[in-house]
């Protein structure tokens, strides 16, 4: 059993900022690619940003300079710093990662955390 827990969502301000964690929990001798995913009302969720294991990061081109990814491979957790926030960046956040667990790979979605930027 391999359980993505996050937390650090709310209501900011615009220009204001949020810090994101996700923490894998369970049966795990490992995490390769974490990510942040993001869905707001009526949209596809879409791919915020990712970092490979190696540190290795991917950005929306709409938050580049804004948001900031980051990961401790010893505790298995993601962050994602996020400053300048704007109302379009009202969603709920998914954290994703590749899980090592049990000899398996396998990908594991968190229950999402509302974040709600007012203008």
């Known amino acids: 059993q391999v359980n993505l827990v996050e937390s650090g969502g709310g209501l900011v301000q615009a220009g204001g900022s949020l810090r994101l964690s996700c923490a894998a929990s369970g049966r795990i001798s490992g995490t390769n690619t974490m990510g942040w995913y993001r869905q707001a009302p009526g949209k596809q969720r879409e791919l915020v940003a990712d970092i490979t294991r190696l540190g290795i990061t991917n950005y929306l081109d709409s938050v580049k300079g804004r948001f900031t990814i980051s990961r401790d491979n010893a505790k298995n957790i993601v962050f994602l710093e996020m400053n300048n926030l704007k109302p379009e960046d009202t969603a709920v956040y998914y954290c994703?990662?590749?899980?090592?667990?049990?000899?398996?790979?396998?990908?594991?979605w968190g229950q999402g955390t509302q974040v709600t930027v007012s203008s």
């Open positions: 994703n990662a590749d899980v090592n667990s049990m000899g398996r790979l396998v990908n594991y």
